[in-house]
């Protein structure tokens, strides 16, 4: 049986562009051991946007060395980047870019969204890649909500969405670098959950909206819980109905430097990234 190993609350608050008013739920700043291989995760919201017909988001910038997952729980999202990926997501999809050996992306609100306006949710996650990846080719992945298989609990517990890895024979359609589940929850009050992970993996909780219980221990809205890595039984209980999304994966067990939007293993690589990204090598929009 995994143990809890902390309970983190994030209270921060701040925007990213004028589109995203983000909770930082973790970042290489702080968690980056405890939870490689992810290196950061955003939550947009829950709020909403009156209707609009101006442009509303993040104006291009770079990224090296990771991949950036963005989930839309309510909403909509539209990207674009010098690598020529780019895609509108709405609620259920997730967008899976690798930034790899560098791109310059912008993100915004999806024009329809935008003049529809209304409920928006969304989560940003940050993976990391492995030495040996850090300067793969760019690409990108959109991934609707149909591609997504559901699998149903045992005893009316809720559903499973398998966005990346693998639970009861589904496979989630999201290829990644290294082995992970990212698994999107909802959860109904009064049962028990229990889910098979794998030996030594990293595995996080966090709770979007209602309640679930670890041994004693309640994690509510915006509250991540870290578990041990040993064990392979995730148990829990759900204490009022939850959306929970839970990511587990091998760690990597590499040096991390990192500054901003760029994710590297040495301070060199920090500082060729940067003379790289002003001498235009991320190409342009
Ligand atoms: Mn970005």
Same mark, same amino acid.
């Not at 539209?78 to 790899?100: C, E, F, L, N």
């Not at 024009?111 to 989560?123: K, L, N, S, T």
């Not at 699998?151 to 992970?180: Q, S």
């Not at 219980?213 to 392979?232: D, P, Q």
């Given at each position: 049986?995994?143990?809890?190993?902390?309970?983190?609350?994030?209270?921060?608050?701040?925007?990213?562009?004028?589109?995203?008013?983000?909770?930082?739920?973790?970042?290489?700043?702080?968690?980056?051991?405890?939870?490689?291989?992810?290196?950061?995760?955003?939550?947009?919201?829950?709020?909403?946007?009156?209707?609009?017909?101006?442009?509303?988001?993040?104006?291009?910038?770079?990224?090296?060395?990771?991949?950036?997952?963005?989930?839309?729980?309510?909403?909509?999202?539209?990207?674009?980047?010098?690598?020529?990926?780019? %895609? @509108? /997501?709405?609620? $259920?999809?997730?967008?899976?870019?690798? !930034? +790899?050996?560098? =791109?310059?992306?912008?993100?915004?609100?999806?024009?329809?969204?935008?003049?529809?306006?209304?409920?928006?949710?969304?989560?940003?996650?940050?993976?990391?890649?492995?030495?040996?990846?850090?300067?793969?080719?760019?690409?990108?992945?959109?991934?609707?909500?149909?591609?997504?298989?559901?699998?149903?609990?045992?005893?009316?517990?809720?559903?499973?969405?398998?966005?990346?890895?693998?639970?009861?024979?589904?496979?989630?359609?999201?290829?990644?670098?290294?082995?992970?589940?990212?698994?999107?929850?909802?959860?109904?009050?009064?049962?028990?959950?229990?889910?098979?992970?794998?030996?030594?993996?990293?595995?996080?909780?966090?709770?979007?909206? %209602? @309640? /679930?219980?670890? $041994?004693?221990?309640?994690?509510?809205? !915006? +509250?991540?819980? =870290?578990?041990?890595?040993?064990?392979?039984?995730?148990?829990?209980?759900?204490?009022?109905?939850?959306?929970?999304?839970?990511?587990?994966?091998?760690?990597?067990?590499?040096?991390?430097?990192?500054?901003?939007?760029?994710?590297?293993?040495?301070?060199?690589?920090?500082?060729?990234?940067?003379?790289?990204?002003?001498?235009?090598?991320?190409?342009?929009?």
């Amino acid at each position: 049986m995994k143990a809890l190993s902390f309970i983190k609350r994030s209270s921060d608050s701040h925007w990213v562009g004028n589109g995203f008013p983000v909770r930082n739920i973790f970042s290489y700043r702080d968690l980056a051991r405890e939870l490689s291989p992810f290196v950061l995760m955003d939550y947009a919201g829950p709020t909403a946007f009156e209707p609009t017909d101006e442009r509303r988001g993040v104006e291009a910038h770079p990224h090296r060395g990771f991949e950036t997952v963005t989930l839309v729980y309510a909403g909509g999202v539209s990207h674009r980047d010098s690598g020529g990926g780019g %895609g @509108t /997501i709405g609620t $259920g999809d997730v967008q899976w870019m690798t !930034a +790899g050996s560098g =791109v310059v992306h912008e993100e915004f609100h999806s024009p329809e969204y935008a003049r529809r306006g209304g409920p928006f949710e969304m989560v940003q996650l940050w993976v990391n890649l492995p030495a040996k990846d850090k300067m793969t080719r760019p690409a990108y992945q959109g991934i609707t909500d149909a591609q997504i298989p559901r699998v149903a609990l045992p005893d009316g517990a809720g559903t499973l969405r398998v966005i990346a890895g693998e639970h009861d024979a589904a496979n989630g359609p999201a290829r990644t670098f290294t082995p992970m589940n990212v698994w999107d929850m909802k959860l109904n009050a009064g049962h028990d959950v229990n889910l098979e992970l794998v030996e030594g993996h990293t595995t996080a909780l966090f709770v979007l909206n %209602g @309640t /679930i219980r670890i $041994g004693k221990k309640r994690v509510g809205a !915006a +509250g991540l819980a =870290v578990m041990e890595r040993a064990g392979t039984e995730l148990a829990f209980h759900v204490a009022e109905d939850a959306t929970v999304l839970l990511l587990s994966g091998e760690p990597i067990e590499e040096p991390i430097a990192a500054r901003g939007p760029f994710v590297m293993n040495t301070q060199e690589e920090i500082t060729q990234t940067i003379h790289d990204y002003q001498a235009g090598r991320f190409g342009r929009m």
